[in-house]
């Protein structure tokens, strides 16, 4: 298996411009969960799908963000209009069922908006 | 809430020395603790998973303990080497399906 497979690798964007984020779980892993890491708040959750339904957008920062899995292989996050300080390090995760295997992660999308 | 506090946040060893790095948590109904780790610019690589009935687990030099009634896990590592240089994360699984993560300890090990 690939494992979690996310793109871009980096993004860099403007001030009011959309950007997108995508990720592709492991095929068979029904949890997939959007974290977001910054230097000064660490890891956050920003929200997660089961089965892909979306069960927990608490931690959505604002209504700029918007997430979607449209099938069990394939997930976007999508930032409308971006901010510098949505810059960060966006990622994706998924498990299997239980969590007796934990999270596996994906690399990341560097995103800057300048 | 959960709280996830990791320490001490950077530790500078030699070469060859065993460490323990700390994890506590508030809240001591968890799931299972799982511990990450994360090279400079990258994602985060599994290192360990304890389950909530379990007290430790061992991977070649890494061991993982887990004492839920004192809310507190660690991670020891024996005969550090310049490689195990990077930032170690816990994240701790309370059953509502998501980890909740803590700051992480920033290790650097001296050639």
């Known amino acids: 298996d690939a494992g979690v497979i996310q793109s871009p690798r980096h993004e860099v964007t403007e001030m009011g411009q959309e950007v997108t984020l995508r990720c592709k779980p492991i095929?068979?892993?029904?949890?997939l969960f959007w974290y977001r890491q910054t230097m000064m708040r660490g890891l956050e959750l920003l929200i997660y799908f089961n089965n892909n339904v979306p069960i927990d957008d608490s931690g959505m920062p604002e209504d700029r963000f918007s997430a979607k899995m449209p099938n069990a292989s394939f997930s976007t996050l999508k930032i409308q209009p971006s901010e510098p300080r949505d810059s960060a390090v966006y990622f994706c995760?998924?498990?299997?069922?239980?969590?007796?295997?934990?999270?596996?992660f994906g690399s990341g999308t560097r995103l800057t908006v300048v | 809430k959960q709280e996830v506090t990791q320490i001490p946040a950077a530790l500078s060893v030699p070469e060859g020395e065993n460490l323990v790095l700390n994890c506590s948590f508030t809240d001591s109904a968890i799931y299972n603790l799982q511990w990450f780790r994360q090279d400079p610019g990258k994602g985060l690589t599994s290192l360990l998973l304890i389950q909530s009935s379990q007290r430790e687990q061992t991977s070649g030099r890494l061991n993982a303990s887990l004492d839920k009634s004192s809310g507190r896990s660690t991670l020891y590592i024996a005969a550090s080497q310049p490689g195990d240089s990077a930032t170690y994360l816990c994240?701790?699984?309370?059953?509502?399906?998501?980890?909740?993560f803590g700051t992480g300890t920033r290790l650097k090990v001296l050639a």
């Open positions: 095929s068979g892993h029904d949890y």
């Open positions: 995760a998924s498990s299997p069922t239980g969590f007796d295997y934990g999270y596996t």
């Open positions: 994240a701790v699984h309370s059953g509502t399906y998501k980890y909740i």
